[in-house]
C-alpha cells in the first residue's frame, strides 16, 4: 500500500481514514434507482463533501483516502489530501478486503485515528468536531448507523491495537469484541454522523436535510424519478 500525497497541517490533530470502495463497485444496491453514472458521480460527491468536513474540522490534523481506483486517487489530489492505495487482499484468505486495506492504512499512525464512511452527505464539519470531541474522551469508541447495526465511524483516541470491524452487524461487534463506546451525541451531530447511503431509500429521505454541496449537485443531476424496492437490511461499510 503506497502513501502519496501526504499534506499533515499539524502534530496533534485526528487523523481521519475514509475508506472508498472502487466506482464500479461502490452502492451497486443504488442501481435500481440510479443509472451507473449517476451512481457513481452521486458517490464522487459524498466523498468529497465528507472529505471537505474532515479538512475543515479544527480537530483534524491529517486525512487520507484509501481506495484501489485513479478517480478517487484524482479526486484526493484535487482535494490536497494524502491517498493511499488499496492492495488487493490475498485470494487464497478469508480476510474482509475492507478491514484488511483499513489495518494497512491505520499501520504506523501516531496520535488519535479515526475511519469515516464516506458517504455520510449531511456531515460539515461542525458536527464532525463535535463527534471528534466527544471520541476524545473515550479509549475507543464507534458512531452506530441510523439502523441501528452497522458503523459509520470508529475512534481510537489511547492506546493499543486498533481493529477494524466493519461489515454487516458490526456495531455489536465493535461493543462486544472491541469494547467500544458508542457515543451519545446531540441530535444534530448524531444525525450527520449516523445517517448513510446505502439503499435507494436513502437518497429519498435527503429530500429537504441539509446536505454538502457536492451531493447537493449531484442530486440535481438525477434525472429519473427515485424508487424504494425492497431493501430490508443495511450493510454498512462493506468492501
Sequence with gaps: MNAVGDRERTGDGWTIVVPVKSLDRAKSRLGSTLSPDSRRGLVVAMTTDVVTACLHSQ????????????????????????????TPPDPGTDVDPLNAALTEALAGLTGRVAVVAADLPELDAQSLT?????????????????????TTMAFWAGGGARVCRFGAGSAERYRIEGGATVLDLDDTARGAASRDVDIPEDVVRLAGRRVGAATARALTGVSAPLRCPDHPRSATMVW
Excluded at 483534524?60 to 481506495?67: K, T
Excluded at 463535535?130 to 452497522?150: I, T
Design 59 to 86: 480537530q483534524v490534523g491529517r486525512v487520507r483516502i484509501v481506495s484501489s481506483d485513479p478517480e478517487i486517487a484524482a479526486l484526493a489530489d484535487r482535494l490536497g489530501t494524502e491517498f493511499v492505495a488499496e
Design 130 to 150: 463535535r463527534v471528534l470531541d466527544s471520541a476524545a474522551g473515550h479509549p475507543h469508541s464507534v458512531v452506530v448507523d441510523h439502523r441501528g447495526e452497522g
